[in-house]
């Protein structure tokens, strides 16, 4: 047994067709939310719907799901780091 295979997952195609259609059916989500007009809440949703889409996209279509933890530490390093970068920015918007 090599050590490669330790590692190894096989998806059927179901859950890409799935998570594609999921994907497909939030774009239209957002895009039908554009065109009403909840003020502020508009934005907060279609955040969250991005949210929701981009962890889709990150657990199954990168597979990070089946990958090391390290590589999910590096990605909520990342998100850490943006976080960071936004609310200095809000900060400085917000303060002036």
Same mark, same amino acid.
């Given at each position: 047994?090599?050590? @490669?295979? +330790? !590692? +190894? @997952? ?5 859950? %890409?067709? #799935?998570?594609? $259609?999921?994907?497909?059916? $939030? ?5 039908? &939310?554009?065109?009403?007009?909840? *003020? #502020? ?11 929701? =889409?981009? &962890?889709?996209?990150? !657990? ?5 799901? %089946?990958?090391? =933890?390290?590589?999910? *530490? ?8 943006? $976080?960071?970068?936004?609310?200095? #920015?809000?900060?400085?918007?917000f303060f002036r």
């Amino acid at each position: 047994m090599s050590a @490669h295979s +330790e !590692n +190894e @997952h096989v998806i059927g195609y179901m859950p %890409y067709i #799935t998570i594609w $259609l999921t994907l497909i059916g $939030l774009t239209i989500l957002t895009v039908s &939310i554009s065109l009403f007009d909840f *003020g #502020t809440l508009t934005i907060i949703v279609a955040m969250i719907i991005a949210i929701i =889409k981009s &962890i889709f996209v990150i !657990n199954i279509f990168m597979h990070i799901k %089946y990958d090391s =933890k390290v590589f999910l *530490g590096f990605i909520i390093a990342a998100l850490v780091i943006l $976080l960071v970068c936004l609310v200095f #920015t809000a900060t400085d918007v917000f303060f002036r």
